[in-house]
T-cell receptor, first 114, second 112 residues
Framework: GQSLEQPSEVTAVEGAIVQINCTYQ??????LSWYQQHDGGAPTFLSY????GLEETGRFSSFLSRSDSYGYLLLQELQMKDSASYFC???????????????FGSGTQLTVLP | NAGVTQTPKFQVLKTGQSMTLQCAQD?????MSWYRQDPGMGLRLIHY???????DQGEVPNGYNVSRSTTEDFPLRLLSAAPSQTSVYFC???????????FGQGTRLTVV
């Protein structure tokens, strides 16, 4: 089966940089994604890594190392509105064929302090 | 574009009742899925579908049924509601091979 680990809580101050790590164990891996979810809202897609390296999208960057089964989400110039839960999610193929799953971690609650 | 539309937003059921959570998407996505979200446990996959007429079980399928008669619709049926099914349910859709999933706004279900 699949398993993902990420910290349950992270706290940082406005303007700081924070890194949220994610380690995973899965077979049939094809990519790692990150999602943001504000209280009472739906998860929204932030980024996707299929290959090793860093992907940058504005203040957010995501990194993947397939050999280490590890990735992270980097949030720069933190703002109060970044306070939310962040989920890593692993895409994996199931057995043969095109059947696949998107498995989510338990989420990291980020609190940004003024 | 409406994206992914879930109904209802809130529902209270009595133990043993059945109901259907509706999910529709207008993006012509092949892949659709249902998740439940409980505090501290992230999103757990209930059932998924890779196209019309094809469904399969996820991590926590017991007590739920799905069908996919069209590309657009993917309803989730609770056969006999139990208090353990109190949760927030999300429907999602995406292109095949993509991990960019689009989520509905969720259904908050309470079983008493």
């Amino acid at each position: 089966g699949q398993s993902l680990e990420q910290p349950s809580e992270v706290t940082a101050v406005e303007g700081a940089i924070v890194q949220i790590n994610c380690t995973y164990q899965t077979s049939g891996f094809y990519g790692l994604s990150w999602y943001q979810q504000h209280d009472g809202g739906a998860p929204t897609f932030l980024s996707y890594n299929a290959l090793d390296g860093l992907e940058e999208t504005g203040r957010f960057s995501s990194f993947l190392s397939r050999s280490d089964s590890y990735g992270y989400l980097l949030l720069q110039e933190l703002q109060m509105k970044d306070s939310a839960s962040y989920f890593c999610a692993v895409g994996s193929f199931i057995s043969s064929g095109s059947a696949r799953q998107l498995t989510f971690g338990s989420g990291t609650q980020l609190t940004v302090l003024p | 574009n409406a994206g992914v539309t879930q109904t209802p937003k809130f529902q209270v059921l009595k133990t043993g009742q059945s109901m259907t959570l509706q999910c529709a998407q207008d993006m012509n996505h092949e892949y659709m899925s249902w998740y439940r979200q409980d505090p501290g446990m992230g999103l757990r996959l209930i059932h998924y579908s890779v196209g019309a007429g094809i469904t399969d079980q996820g991590e926590v399928p017991n007590g739920y049924n799905v069908s996919r008669s069209t590309t657009e619709d993917f309803p989730l049926r609770l056969l006999s509601a139990a208090p353990s099914q109190t949760s927030v349910y999300f429907c999602a859709s995406s292109w095949t091979g993509s991990t960019e999933a689009f989520f509905g706004q969720g259904t908050r279900l309470t079983v008493v």
